[in-house]
């Protein structure tokens, strides 16, 4: 099967590699490089003992990857107009989107090759662009979501990251009246954030934003980062089920979102 590429800038315009609604490029022309990850290990040899010692966890490497395509235009300034956009685009690229599996590869961009073609006038080439995937994974574009109407009580929402790797969730929780003082952790690891805060549901400040990717606390227009209690913190959703624990000191309704992620 081939796969659509586009090219994401940071103002959120794309440019399409591939389509079969354009003959420029080609159709079914456009490959990405081989699967390559790169593992970091801490690997410490110690003199008094025989071998090596693996100090702390493992992690994959931010990777380069090749995506090869053809261009191919009826005319040399037709070609050269096409080429400008596109450089234009690999100037402010910031995704390389899978359009075909609708997932999208933070970048960037490395360098452009154009390999033009013998007696084509110099408008028919053999195209190369170099990428630093600076996270080793793909996201799916279209986040999942959980949401309820939570009570003065325990509520446990299920979650299903259905991703290879953990995700850092956005939580919207909406109140119509005080919430002083609100925990949300994982039931399994316990691991989660407390927000004390006289603010939050009253008149104006309905809704509190965290963004445990970016790790900050909105509430209105302000930062509330001072509101979370020290020892509790920003979290990931674990891969696979999990049940997301959530204790409100008032009725309130919370929307639960997350991007699932993969390595290839």
């Given at each position: 099967m081939s796969i659509d590429y586009s090219i994401e800038d940071i103002n959120g315009n794309r440019l399409i590699l591939n389509d079969s609604s354009i003959t420029n490029p080609m159709k079914g022309s456009t490959t990405l490089g081989s699967n390559n990850l790169k593992f970091e290990n801490r690997i410490v040899e110690n003199s008094a003992l025989p071998g090596a010692v693996q100090l702390g966890k493992r992690r994959v490497e931010s990777k380069e990857e090749v995506l090869n395509f053809q261009r191919a235009s009826t005319s040399e300034s037709t070609y050269k107009a096409d080429e400008n956009e596109l450089i234009k685009f690999l100037l402010d690229a910031k995704y390389l989107i899978d359009t075909?599996?609708?997932?999208?590869?933070?970048?960037?961009?490395?360098?452009?090759?154009?390999?033009?073609?013998?007696?084509?006038?110099?408008?028919?080439?053999?195209?190369?662009?170099?990428?630093?995937?600076?996270?080793?994974?793909?996201?799916?574009?279209?986040?999942?979501?959980?949401e309820d109407t939570l009570s003065i009580d325990i509520n446990t929402i299920a979650i299903v990251n259905n991703g290879f790797i953990k995700v850092p969730p956005v939580i919207i929780v909406t109140a119509a009246s005080a919430v002083t003082q609100m925990q949300i952790y994982i039931d399994e690891t316990?691991?989660?954030?407390?927000?004390?805060?006289?603010?939050?549901?009253?008149?104006?400040?309905?809704?509190?934003?965290?963004?445990?990717?970016?790790?900050?606390?909105?509430?209105?227009?302000?930062?509330?980062?001072?509101?979370?209690?020290?020892?509790?913190?920003?979290?990931?959703l674990p891969i696979g089920a999990s049940d997301l624990i959530i204790v409100p000191t008032e009725v309130c309704d919370i929307l639960v979102s997350w991007y699932e992620r993969f390595y290839v």
């Amino acid at each position: 099967m081939s796969i659509d590429y586009s090219i994401e800038d940071i103002n959120g315009n794309r440019l399409i590699l591939n389509d079969s609604s354009i003959t420029n490029p080609m159709k079914g022309s456009t490959t990405l490089g081989s699967n390559n990850l790169k593992f970091e290990n801490r690997i410490v040899e110690n003199s008094a003992l025989p071998g090596a010692v693996q100090l702390g966890k493992r992690r994959v490497e931010s990777k380069e990857e090749v995506l090869n395509f053809q261009r191919a235009s009826t005319s040399e300034s037709t070609y050269k107009a096409d080429e400008n956009e596109l450089i234009k685009f690999l100037l402010d690229a910031k995704y390389l989107i899978d359009t075909t599996n609708n997932r999208r590869a933070l970048i960037s961009v490395i360098d452009y090759n154009a390999d033009f073609d013998k007696g084509s006038y110099n408008h028919s080439s053999d195209n190369e662009i170099s990428f630093r995937f600076l996270e080793p994974f793909w996201r799916n574009l279209d986040s999942e979501t959980e949401e309820d109407t939570l009570s003065i009580d325990i509520n446990t929402i299920a979650i299903v990251n259905n991703g290879f790797i953990k995700v850092p969730p956005v939580i919207i929780v909406t109140a119509a009246s005080a919430v002083t003082q609100m925990q949300i952790y994982i039931d399994e690891t316990k691991i989660g954030i407390e927000i004390n805060d006289d603010l939050f549901g009253t008149t104006g400040y309905e809704t509190l934003v965290i963004d445990c990717e970016q790790g900050t606390i909105q509430l209105g227009n302000l930062d509330r980062i001072n509101s979370v209690l020290d020892g509790t913190g920003f979290f990931d959703l674990p891969i696979g089920a999990s049940d997301l624990i959530i204790v409100p000191t008032e009725v309130c309704d919370i929307l639960v979102s997350w991007y699932e992620r993969f390595y290839v």
